[in-house]
C-alpha cells in the first residue's frame, strides 16, 4: 500500500502535458534562430554570416548579434570572441550608382570608372568592390588596392586556411520561408543576385567541414530536443556545399502558471555536392501550430485514487489471508484425522 500510494502521490505532483494541433493562425512576428557552428579550417577574416527571405529582404554581413572567435587548427581559442558594432556592418548591397566623392581627392577606381554607371571616384575599399560589382568584374586580390590596405579590410592568404573559427549568436528574421548561410567571401547583391566573392582564393582549397554544436528556432524550454546539436560534418572530395533543408513547426507551451511561451520545433535533412564552399540551411514553417498544456489532477481524483489503493489493497490481501488460512486449517484436520495420504 504504501509503494502504490507513493506512486500516485508522484504522478499527482507531476504535470501532464496535453497536445494540441490547429492551424497557425499568428501574424506579423519574428523568427529568432539561435546557432553556434565550428569551421575548423577556414579563419573568421574570410567567412561571413547572410540570411534572405521569401519576402526579398536580405541582410548581409550580419554581425551585430553574432560572434567570432578565432580558433588555432586544434580547435583552441586564440583569443575572446569580438563582435563587431553594429555601425560597422559590411553591407555591398548594389541599388544605386551613388558615390562617395570629395571635393579635395578622387580616388582610383582600378579601371572601373564608367560615366554611364556613374563611376568616377573610389575612397574606400567598399567604393572599389561596388564599381567591380556595378561592371560585373570579379574582384582581385583585395591587398592590390591602396584603399584597403589603409582601412584594414585586406585578406591574407597565408590567414585564412591557417586557422579555424567559432561563429555563435542569434538572428532575427521575417517569419516567411528563408534560408541563412556561412560562406567565405565578400557578400554582394547585383539585381538580387547573390553572389560571394573569394577574391584569388581557389574554391577547391577551402575545406567547409564542420561541427553544429547548436541549432534551434526560438525560445529554448525544458524537454524540447534539437535534432543536430552536436553533430559533425566531414566534407569528402571535392563535396564543400553542405545544404540542410528544415521544416520549422511553430510551438506554444503553456505552463502550470499559466505564462505561455512560444517556440518552434523543427525536423532535419540535408544534402551534399560540388559547389560554391559553404553551409547553407534553407528553412520552411509549418502552416500548423502545436499547442502543450500542463495540466494537474485534481485533488478529488487522487484521494479517489488513494481511497481505492488501500481499499483494494486491503480487500484482496484480506482476501488472499482468508483462502490461505481456511487451506492449512483443512489440511491441520486431516492430518489430525489421519485422512492425509
Known amino acids: 500500500m504504501v509503494l502504490l500510494f507513493l506512486s500516485e502521490l508522484y504522478d499527482f505532483v507531476t504535470p501532464t502535458l496535453k497536445e494540441e494541433l490547429f492551424v497557425d493562425t499568428s501574424r506579423g512576428s519574428k523568427l529568432k534562430i539561435n546557432f553556434d557552428f565550428i569551421i575548423p579550417s577556414v579563419s573568421c577574416s574570410i567567412l561571413c554570416l547572410d540570411a534572405a527571405d521569401a519576402t526579398g529582404e536580405q541582410h548581409l554581413w550580419i554581425d551585430h548579434n553574432v560572434y567570432k572567435r578565432r580558433l588555432d587548427l586544434d580547435g583552441k581559442p586564440i583569443e575572446e570572441p569580438k ?80 586557422e579555424g573559427c567559432q561563429i555563435y549568436g542569434y538572428i532575427e528574421v521575417n517569419k ?98 560540388k559547389s560554391m564552399p559553404g553551409i547553407v540551411f534553407n528553412y520552411e514553417l509549418s502552416p500548423l501550430m502545436v499547442k502543450y498544456t500542463q495540466t494537474q489532477k485534481s485533488i478529488g481524483h487522487f484521494l479517489t485514487n488513494t481511497c481505492a489503493i488501500i481499499g483494494g489493497t486491503f480487500t484482496t490481501a484480506s482476501i488472499f489471508d482468508s483462502f490461505l488460512y481456511h487451506s492449512v486449517r483443512a489440511i491441520q484436520k486431516k492430518i489430525e484425522l489421519g485422512k492425509l495420504n
Open 83 to 162: 563582435k563587431t558594432d553594429i555601425t560597422e556592418i559590411k553591407k555591398t548591397t548594389i541599388k544605386s550608382t551613388e558615390n562617395t566623392t570629395t571635393a579635395t581627392e578622387c580616388g582610383d577606381c582600378y579601371g572601373a570608372q564608367s560615366k554611364e554607371l556613374g563611376i568616377k571616384c573610389c575612397n574606400s575599399c567598399e567604393a572599389v568592390k561596388k564599381a567591380y560589382a556595378m561592371r560585373k568584374w570579379a574582384i582581385p586580390d583585395p591587398s592590390k588596392f591602396v584603399q584597403c590596405k589603409s582601412d584594414g579590410s585586406s585578406l591574407s592568404s597565408t590567414d585564412v586556411f591557417s
Open 176 to 273: 516567411v520561408a528563408g534560408s541563412f548561410h556561412v560562406m567565405p567571401g565578400d557578400s554582394l547583391s547585383i539585381d538580387n543576385l547573390h553572389l560571394h566573392n573569394v577574391a584569388e582564393h581557389s574554391i577547391s582549397k577551402f575545406n567547409m567541414s564542420h561541427k553544429i554544436r547548436h541549432l534551434s528556432f526560438g525560445t529554448n524550454i525544458p524537454g524540447k530536443t534539437n535534432p543536430i546539436d552536436n553533430s559533425t560534418i566531414t566534407a569528402l572530395g571535392d563535396t564543400n556545399m553542405f545544404q540542410y533543408y528544415v521544416k520549422v513547426v511553430p510551438t506554444t507551451f503553456v505552463r502550470l502558471d499559466g505564462s505561455i511561451l512560444q517556440t518552434n520545433q523543427f525536423s532535419v535533412t540535408r544534402s551534399f555536392r
